[in-house]
C-alpha cells in the first residue's frame, strides 16, 4: 500500500511584478490554451519571475514537515499550490485523502455572515456535509472559544480570533492532510499550544499529515519530522529538522543577517530550547521538576572578557519575572559552542513563559547581545517560586 499522501515533483510557478503585463500575459495564454496550443511556461517573459522552481518532495502518511526560509522565498506560494488555489506551471502534484488548510487569516470566511454560520459555510468548503457540522458544532465552538463572538459578524473579529475560528474548523474537517500556514503566529501563546497538541493528536492518533509554514524554529524543530529550507524559490536544505535550522541559520549570518554587535564582538544565538531530564525537548515542565535550558551560540570574534548572563523567566500572563544571572561562560573564537543549564529545581509558578536573556562583558556597560521573547513553554502545578540556582557547562 502507497502511504504517500503528497507528491510533488519538480513542481515551479512564475509570477509577474507588473499588473499590466501580468493581465496581457494572462489572456495570451487562455487564448492559446483554446486554440489548442500549449502556453510558454518553460521561459520568463518580461517583469516574471519564478517564486517555486523545480521543487520535489514526499510526504507520507503521519510525517509533518516543516517549510521553513526567508520571506519571499516561496513558501506560502508552494502551500497554495498544494491546496489547489494556485495551479503550477510546470510539474505536478498528487493529493490523496481530505485537505484541510489554514494558509491566510480569514480565508473562507464571509465577513458579513456570524462566526455560526461561517463554521458551516467554512466546513461545506472543506468537504464537511451540514449534519457533519451538526455533529461537531460544539467541539469546533469549544476548541475556537470565541464566546459571545459566535453570533456577531465575523468583520468584528480580530485576526487571532480569524484564526481560533479557522483553525478549529480545519482540524474537526478530520483532515488525512493538514496545511498551516505563519497565520498560528498571530493567535496568543495558549491558543498555540493548544495547536500545538492538537496537531501532535492529529499525527500520532488519526496519522494526518502536515506541512507546516513558520519562522518559529522551535516549534518547526518540536513537531516536524523533515525539514525543507526555501531560498529563492528553491530547495536549498532538506532533512532533519535540528539540522536544517541549524545550516539554515549559518547561511543566514554568512549573508549578512542575525548578528549583533557593539564594534568589538560578535556573537549569535542560532537555537535555544527547553530540555526535560532525559534532555529531550519539551514545551511543558511540571514546576519543581530538574529542567536544562539548550543553547548554542556561533562566535565570529574571540571575547576580551568572560560573560556575564542576565536571564528573566517572564511570566507573560501576569507579568511575574524570575531573574537569573552567572557569570564565567566563556565562548570559543570562530567555533559553535553547546551550552546547557541546569535548573535541579525548575520551580516557577504556573503560568505560560517566555525567556529574555543578555550577555555582557560583567559590567553591563558593554551588552554582547541580547535576545527576546525566542521560545514560549508551560508550567504546570506551581503557585510558588524558589530560587533558581542554575549551573552550566558546555557540551558540545
Known amino acids: 500500500m502507497d502511504d504517500v499522501l503528497v507528491r510533488v515533483e519538480g513542481v515551479s510557478k512564475k509570477f509577474c511584478r507588473r499588473l499590466r503585463h501580468s493581465v496581457y500575459y494572462g489572456t495570451v495564454d487562455v487564448a ?57 506551471d510546470k510539474g505536478r502534484i498528487e ?15 464571509h465577513p458579513l455572515m456570524t462566526g455560526r454560520e461561517n463554521i458551516y459555510l467554512n466546513g461545506a468548503i472543506l468537504g464537511m456535509g451540514r449534519r457533519e457540522v451538526d455533529r461537531k458544532f460544539d467541539a469546533i465552538v469549544d ?23 479557522g483553525f478549529a474548523v480545519a482540524i474537526h474537517c478530520e483532515p ?19 495547536c500545538l497538541n492538537m496537531i501532535h493528536k492529529l499525527k500520532t492518533v488519526q496519522g494526518c499529515s502536515i506541512i507546516l509554514v513558520s519562522h518559529n524554529y522551535n516549534t518547526v524543530k518540536i513537531i516536524s519530522h ?11 536544505l532538506e532533512g532533519e529538522p535540528t539540522v536544517v535550522i541549524r545550516d539554515a541559520q549559518e547561511r543566514i549570518f554568512t549573508q549578512g543577517g542575525g548578528s549583533r554587535t557593539d564594534g568589538r564582538y560578535v556573537s549569535e544565538l542560532v537555537e535555544m530550547g527547553l530540555l526535560d531530564s532525559c534532555f529531550k525537548p519539551i514545551t511543558h515542565v511540571q514546576s519543581g521538576d530538574k529542567a536544562y535550558l539548550d543553547m548554542v551560540f556561533t562566535e565570529r570574534v574571540e571575547f576580551s572578557e568572560r560573560l556575564l548572563v542576565a536571564m528573566s523567566f517572564i511570566n507573560i500572563e501576569n507579568g511575574y519575572n524570575s531573574r537569573v544571572n552567572f ?44 535576545f527576546e521573547d525566542t521560545i514560549y513553554f508551560v ?18
Open 176 to 194: 488525512d492532510i493538514l496545511l498551516v500556514d505563519e497565520v498560528l503566529a498571530v493567535g496568543d501563546v495558549k491558543f498555540q499550544n493548544k
Open 95 to 109: 493529493i490523496k485523502g481530505k485537505v484541510g488548510a489554514l494558509i491566510a487569516v480569514g480565508a473562507g470566511f
Open 379 to 396: 508550567v504546570r502545578g506551581g503557585d510558588m517560586a524558589a530560587y533558581l540556582k542554575p549551573s552550566w557547562e558546555v557540551v558540545g
Open 143 to 165: 476548541f475556537a472559544d470565541i464566546g459571545e463572538f459566535l453570533d456577531a459578524p465575523v468583520k468584528t473579529y480580530s485576526s487571532g480570533m480569524y484564526v481560533r475560528l
Open 226 to 236: 523533515r525539514c525543507i529550507y526555501l531560498e529563492h524559490g528553491r530547495i536549498a
Open 327 to 370: 557569570d564565567g561562560l566563556e565562548v570559543s573564537p570562530g567555533t559553535r559552542t553547546r551550552i546547557r543549564i541546569a535548573f535541579s529545581n525548575f520551580a516557577l509558578p504556573e503560568g505560560v513563559y517566555t525567556v529574555r536573556m543578555s550577555l555582557s562583558d560583567g559590567s553591563f556597560i558593554n551588552r554582547i547581545y541580547h
Open 32 to 88: 492559446r490554451g483554446m486554440l489548442g496550443l500549449d502556453p510558454n511556461m518553460e521561459s520568463l517573459r518580461e517583469g516574471e519571475f519564478w517564486a517555486v522552481q523545480d521543487v520535489s518532495f514526499e510526504l507520507k502518511r503521519g510525517e509533518t514537515l516543516g517549510l521553513i526560509g526567508p520571506n519571499g522565498s516561496g513558501k506560502s506560494t508552494l502551500l497554495r499550490m498544494i491546496n489547489g488555489i494556485f495551479q503550477p
